[in-house]
């Protein structure tokens, strides 16, 4: 076996029963998935990592770029600003069929304002980083030498990693050692 990488855990490939009949229809059937050995990080991307590869690269997230008015045809283009949606709770139960119940697009809103442009993330270098679509996740994991889990990664989805990692009895960022 390869040397460890800094700050991963190894997690044993092998056959393990995915999905659930009791929740959302995406996770039917329960059937049997097989993963390859793989290497996941011990913890989930801090806020700290995040903006060290942000500086070393001036990366911009997907949330801090302009959207186009072509992808949102019926849209107020004035409406049409970089942001993100934010959680709200609720002050009592909703119905879970409209997540606008509890998620706001909030313009300015993004990994380094998460609540939105009056916010900072000045305490938060240890928390994990939010407000980052797959495609910042793939720039980051690439910049710190490591993948997210794909189809290729030895799994029947990119699931199957998560909840292998899961079902060993620990949490996981969703970064692989490539």
């Known amino acids: 076996m390869a040397a460890t990488p800094e700050g ?5 490939g092998g056959w393990f029963r995915m999905g659930s009949p009791d929740f959302y229809p995406e996770e039917r059937p329960v059937r049997e998935v097989e993963v390859d050995d793989f290497w996941i990080d011990e913890h989930p991307v801090t806020v700290g990592e995040f903006r060290r590869f942000v500086k070393a690269t001036n990366y911009v997230t997907k949330a801090e770029q302009p959207l186009n008015p072509a992808d949102y045809p019926d849209a107020d283009p004035a409406l049409l600003v970089p942001g993100s949606l934010v959680f709200h709770p609720t002050r009592e139960p909703v119905s879970l069929d409209d997540y606008s119940a509890w998620w706001h697009y909030v313009p300015g809103a ?19 980083v939010v407000h980052v679509a797959h495609e910042d996740a793939a720039a980051y994991a690439a910049w710190a030498g490591k993948a997210l889990p794909t189809e290729a990664s030895g799994s029947t989805r990119p699931a ?19």
Request: hydrophobic share 35%; aromatic share 10%.
């Open 110 to 128: 993004m990994w380094e304002r998460p609540e939105g442009p009056e916010s900072d993330v000045y305490t938060r270098g240890r928390h994990p």
């Open 8 to 12: 991963m855990t190894f997690v044993a």
């Open 160 to 178: 199957a990693a998560w909840t292998r990692r899961s079902s060993a009895g620990a949490t996981s960022s969703g970064l692989a050692a490539s």
